[in-house]
């Protein structure tokens, strides 16, 4: 099978729905005449033309507007924000207009529109430009959050958000953008909700989604090393979240940890401890242990953000900890 970039993958999400529905189209700050600030767009102006292919003012509040408008009278918008941080500016847009209109309408508004962007930290980027969000949006009823972590994931997932009649956000990262993996070239759908097993293993669960998938895995991989078997499973979402997949591996394995960029309180790692202990309390041999960022902003030095971000090293001894528990 061949190998694209993650940003590629997203491209041809975007270009194969673009060709067969006229009413998408993707509109946000460098999307078209720089053909995007991380190349995902690249070459889409020159495809289907600058009244598709849409730049924008610097002004978040302002174009996501525009987009739940189109929206709601029959138009299909991917809206591009340069990054999610900036995403702060439009919150209104998107919760107080795109998630409630289906609802507070009485099913006469449909929002078919995907807010995409990156998320959480890309470096030295200073602690404006490096928030997690994904558990803030997830909160709220009416939206759909996807946070992918392969390019195969990305491309089959934003298909199905383009698809969908509701809002999704549709969360990816600057460090991924250049990440190669299998992508087929054929046509297929990844459905919004189904988390996926992504290392089978025995001995202890981990939970994790997006760019930390690579944290969970090389964990995973270490401790293989020393004889701990664990599975690794991506959510894929956070909104709707795959209970079902997270459950039925800790009954096999009776052990969790969730590791997740996102600060600590009221994080999504939070939420699924809530429901596994609630739903799976009979099957854990050990209390569940998560790893997240540091409950501060991001500073700018690299030695501080090695040690505020999730890390391998601060996984694996979470996981020590739940399986040597007595």
Known sequence: MREIQFREA???????????????????????EY?????????????????????????ELGFA?????????????????????????????IINSAAKMYSMSGGQYHVPIVFRGPTGNAGQLGAQHSQNFEN??????GLKVVVPSNPYDAKGLLKT????????IFMESELMYGDKGEVPAEEYLIPIGSADI????????????????????A???ELEKEGISAEVVDLRSVRPIDYATVVESVRKTNRLVIVEEAWPLAAISSEITYHI??????????????VNSLDAPLPYAPTLIQEILPNVKRTIEAVKAVMYRH
């Open 35 to 59: 053909n995007g600030a991380y190349k995902v767009s690249q070459g889409m102006l020159d495809e289907f033309s600058s009244k598709r292919v849409i730049d924008t003012p610097i002004a």
């Open 219 to 221: 964990a995973a991989a």
């Open 10 to 32: 997203l491209r041809e999400a975007m270009s194969e729905e673009m060709r067969q529905d006229p009413s998408i189209f993707i509109m946000g700050e460098e999307v078209a």
């Open 136 to 141: 803030w949006f997830a909160n709220c009823p």
């Open 65 to 93: 507007g525009i987009g739940v408008g189109a929206a709601m009278n029959g138009l299909r918008p991917i809206v591009e924000f340069m990054t999610f941080n900036f995403s702060l500016v439009a919150i209104d847009q």
């Open 277 to 290: 202990q609630k739903y799976a309390f009979d099957f854990l041999d050990a209390p569940i242990n998560r």
């Open 198 to 217: 992504k290392r089978s293993g025995t001995d202890v669960t981990i939970v994790s989604f997006g760019k930390i998938m690579k944290v969970a895995l």
């Open 161 to 168: 958000s383009i698809r969908d009649n509701d809002p999704v």
